[in-house]
Nanobody, 114 residues
Framework: QVQLVESGGGLVQAGGSLRLSCASSGSIFSIGAMGWYRQAPGKQREQVARITSGGNTNYGRFVKGRFTISRDNAKNTVYLQMNSLKPEDTAVYYC????????WGQGAQVTVSS
């Protein structure tokens, strides 16, 4: 069973940046497409971005050029660079396979203060 461990979250002021990492216990190249998701209090989990094994990316409309997803297949790690953060980006961020997710990890808390 693949385990995914997110890290890099924290508290940042509006306009700041964070870089999230997601380490996989299994080969992400074999898994295929990977995605970052987020869940804010009282809201449903939503996809933030996804990336295929070949590096093709898709982003949620709310990202608007602020975030960049990337992957290092050799390190079995997926990244999410988040710039120009807004208070509405506050959420727990998760990574997982797309479209068939594994059991969800603990996630990384991102809190953006105004």
């Amino acid at each position: 069973q693949v385990q995914l461990v997110e890290s890099g979250g924290g508290l940042v002021q509006a306009g700041g940046s964070l870089r999230l990492s997601c380490a996989s216990s299994g080969s992400i190249f074999s898994i295929g497409a990977m995605g970052w998701y987020r869940q804010a209090p009282g809201k449903q989990r939503e996809q933030v971005a996804r990336i295929t094994s070949g590096g093709n990316t898709n982003y949620g409309r709310f990202v608007k050029g602020r975030f960049t997803i990337s992957r290092d297949n050799a390190k079995n790690t997926v990244y999410l660079q988040m710039n120009s953060l807004k208070p509405e980006d506050t959420a727990v961020y998760y990574c997982n396979a797309w479209p068939n997710p594994f059991p969800w990890g603990q996630g990384a808390q991102v809190t953006v203060s105004s």
